[in-house]
């Protein structure tokens, strides 16, 4: 499945993180509650530790965000499941993911639909994650850099949009780049606390609900908070 990268780091060969990353998903991600068998095997296989610096692999699949650099992280694994499950994917949706970080996110969702466009803020976070996507063969991701709350409606709509940083709101740019069905999944809330929102459009509404509590790094943009 991963054709092209180093298998060595300084923390270890890939077979030595195996047991780590089942034990990741047995006991951080289906533990508690994760079902979607599809979600549950990409992260069964997917080289967390490929997509934080190399001083930080040896933590890749502890149970907790770590940095990237930049302000930015990587949000722990279970999150990033959850996130994925409620998106309910299938194999042909067009994805927009918001706030590329590392990677390791527009990575899971490239596993699971047919093509991903993910909007980096950080003109540096994103080259990096665009070069290790390449490397790891990842030829239906798309990496652009700008304001993510506004979308990216040149390739609208999108069957799915998952927004990686929290915003006071879900913004308005992202919600009428869904498809008809689509759904978007996105931290809502003050910067100290927010709760996962999953929104729904449905012709010309907008069904929402809420999921669990977490903190996330700010969406910062038009449609976000300022910097």
Partial sequence: MWPRFSRETSA???DDFIADRQAMVDHQIADRGVRDP???GVMRTLPRHRFV????????YQDRPLEIGSGQTISQPYIVALMTELL?????DRVLEIGTGSGYQAAVLATLAKEVVT???CEELGEVARERLKELGFDNVRVLVGDG???CPQYAPYDAIVVTASGPYVPDSLRHQLSDGGRLVCPVGPREAQRLVKVVRLGTTFAESESIGCVFVPLIGKEGWTE
Wanted: proline share 8%; net charge negative.
């Fill in 119 to 121: 909007v980096e803020r």
């Fill in 38 to 40: 599809r979600v549950l």
């Fill in 149 to 151: 709350t506004q979308g």
């Fill in 53 to 60: 610096p190399e001083s930080a692999a040896a933590y890749a």
């Fill in 12 to 14: 270890g060969t890939e």
């Fill in 88 to 92: 309910d994917l299938a194999p042909d």
